[in-house]
C-alpha cells in the first residue's frame, strides 16, 4: 500500500518534501491520481516510511494537510 | 553609451542572469505546478528554488509567501485593491510614484476609499512618522508607501512606520521599487504585512518580473483568477499563496533569471552596493554643486537618509532637453516626471520635471566624473 499526503499546491509539496528530508525522512513529489474521492490536479507527498510521523511533522510546521491517500 | 538610467531599470545585468535564462529556455520548458511529468517537476522544482531565494533575501517566513508577478506595479495593485473595503481609508506618502497613486485615485473616484498623503521631512524621520501617526483614522484599512523615492531618493522610516501602523492594527504595504537590492528588507523581524518589488531593477533580474510577498496572502481579495493547476474541480480561487496570485502560466525563463540576478546581490551584499552607489552619486552631488550651475534640489545623498539616485535641473533648460543633450553625447539619464507626479509636486518640480541620474554596481567612478562634465558642458551653452 503506497501512502501518499495530500497537499495544497506543488509548492507545499516541496516544501513539505525538504521538511521531512530535514527529519531523516524520505518523500517524493507526485501528481495525485484521479479517482472517484479525489478529483486530481494537484499534488501529494509520497512517503515510503514512517506516514503518519511524517503527516505530524507537517502539520506542525504549518504545512496544510488536505488529507491521505492510500492505493 | 554610459547607462545612467538604472532607476528605470538596470543595465547590463550580470550574465548569469541571461545564462540562467537560457538554461530556462533549453532545459525547463515545461509548464510548473501543472502536471505531473519528468519536465514539469525539474521546472517546478527550479521556480521553487527561485521563491526560496526571494524568501531568504527578503525575511519572508516561507518560499510560500513569495508571489511572482509581472512586476511592481501589479503587485502593488493585487495589495492595495485586495485589502481595501468600501468606506475605509488609506494612508500613503506626499512622494508616491503613480503605480500607488493610481489605483488610490481610481479607487477614491470609484467612492470606494479615501486616501491621505502624509507628509515626508527629509532627514526627520520623527517628523515623517507623526504625520503618519496623524493620518492614520478609525477606518484606515492600510498603509501603502514606498521605502524610498525614485524621484528624490529620500528613504522612509519604514520599519518605525510598519511599528506604528500595527499599533493601531493597520496591515502596511511597502513599494521596493527603488530600494530592493540596495536597502535591506526583512519581513519577519519588522512585521511588514506585504512587499511589493520589481525584479529588473536592484535585483538585476529580466524585465517582465516582480514580486508579491504577503505574510498572510489569504488576507486579500484576489484581482486576477484563473487556472493554479490545483483544486480545479473548484469554481472558487484557491485560498493558499502562492498560486492565490499566479492564475495562468507564469513566466519561467523570467523567475529563473530573477533568481540568479537576486543570488548575484546575495553575494555582492546590498550593503556594499549602497556604498557604492552612493558614494558615486556624492561625488557626482559634489561637483555639480561646487560648479553653482545646477539645481539640486535636496541635501546631499548621504547614506542612510537616502538612495543612490540624483535628480537635478539646469536653469532655464527644459529637463528633456538636458537629456537628449546627454543622449548625444553618449549618457543615457531619464527626464521628465518619472511617474511621480506626486512626488515632483513635493520638490516643486511639477512643471518642468528634472533629470534623473542613477548608477548601477556596474557604473564605475570614470563614468561619474564623465557625466558631471557633460552635464556642465551643456549648462554652458
Redesign the interface.
Known amino acids: 500500500m503506497k501512502q501518499l499526503i495530500i497537499v ?5 509539496a ?2 513539505g518534501r525538504e521538511i521531512l528530508f530535514n527529519h531523516g525522512i524520505r518523500a517524493y ?3 495525485l491520481p484521479r479517482t472517484p474521492d479525489t ?5 501529494g507527498i509520497y512517503v515510503p516510511e514512517r506516514a503518519d510521523e511524517a503527516e505530524q511533522i507537517l502539520r506542525e510546521a504549518d504545512i ?1 494537510v488536505l488529507g491521505r491517500k492510500e492505493w | 553609451m554610459i547607462y545612467l538610467d538604472n532607476a528605470a531599470t538596470t543595465y547590463p545585468k550580470p550574465p548569469q542572469v541571461s545564462a540562467a535564462m537560457l538554461e530556462a529556455m533549453r532545459k525547463y520548458g515545461a509548464n ?2 501543472r ?2 511529468h519528468k519536465m514539469s ?1 525539474e521546472t ?2 527550479q521556480v ?1 528554488h527561485a ?1 526560496e531565494e526571494a524568501a531568504a533575501f527578503f525575511g519572508a517566513p ?3 509567501d513569495v508571489s511572482f508577478v509581472m512586476n511592481c506595479t501589479q503587485a502593488l495593485n493585487m495589495v492595495i485593491k485586495g485589502a481595501v473595503k468600501p468606506g475605509s481609508h488609506v494612508v500613503t506618502s506626499c512622494v508616491e510614484h503613480n503605480a500607488v497613486m493610481r489605483p488610490l485615485e481610481a479607487l477614491r473616484q470609484q467612492g470606494i476609499i479615501t486616501y491621505t498623503e502624509a507628509k515626508v521631512v527629509p532627514g526627520d524621520n520623527d517628523a515623517t512618522l507623526n504625520a503618519f501617526r496623524e493620518a492614520i483614522q478609525p477606518n484606515t484599512s492600510l498603509c501603502v508607501c514606498t521605502q524610498a523615492s525614485n524621484v528624490w531618493g529620500i528613504r522612509l522610516p519604514v520599519e518605525r512606520i510598519a511599528a506604528l501602523c500595527h499599533a493601531y492594527e493597520v496591515p502596511i504595504c511597502v513599494d521596493c521599487a527603488q530600494s530592493a537590492g540596495v536597502l535591506p528588507v526583512n519581513m519577519k523581524d519588522t512585521g511588514l504585512d506585504y512587499v511589493c518589488a520589481p525584479g529588473h531593477k536592484g535585483l538585476y533580474g529580466p524585465m517582465g518580473t516582480g514580486l508579491l510577498i504577503a505574510q498572510d496572502g489569504s488576507k486579500l481579495s484576489t484581482i486576477i483568477e484563473g487556472g ?6 473548484s469554481l472558487e480561487q ?1 485560498e ?1 499563496m ?2 492565490r496570485f499566479e492564475s495562468g502560466t507564469i513566466n519561467v525563463p523570467g523567475i529563473l533569471g530573477l533568481r540568479a540576478g537576486i543570488a548575484f546581490v546575495r553575494r555582492k551584499t546590498e550593503k556594499r552596493i549602497y556604498q557604492h552607489e552612493s558614494a558615486l552619486v556624492c561625488m557626482l552631488y559634489d561637483r555639480l554643486r561646487a560648479s553653482g550651475k545646477v539645481e539640486l534640489y535636496m541635501p546631499r545623498p548621504e547614506p542612510p537618509y537616502f538612495v543612490p539616485l540624483l535628480s537635478f535641473n539646469l536653469p532655464n533648460k527644459d529637463s528633456e532637453d538636458v537629456a537628449a543633450a546627454l543622449n548625444q553625447m553618449g549618457f543615457a539619464v531619464r527626464a521628465g516626471l518619472h511617474c511621480a507626479p506626486r512626488a515632483h509636486n513635493f520638490g516643486g518640480t511639477l512643471e518642468r520635471g528634472t533629470v534623473r541620474v542613477c548608477p548601477s554596481v556596474f557604473t564605475v567612478p570614470a563614468q561619474m566624473a564623465a557625466f558631471a562634465q557633460a552635464v556642465l558642458k551643456i549648462a554652458e551653452k
Open positions: 495544497g499546491s506543488v509548492t507545499y516541496m516544501k513529489i507526485e501528481r478529483p486530481g490536479c494537484g499534488y496544510h | 510548473p505546478g502536471a505531473g517537476m517546478a522544482e521553487f521563491r516561507g518560499p510560500e493554479t493547476g490545483t483544486s480545479s474541480e484557491p493558499g502562492p498560486e
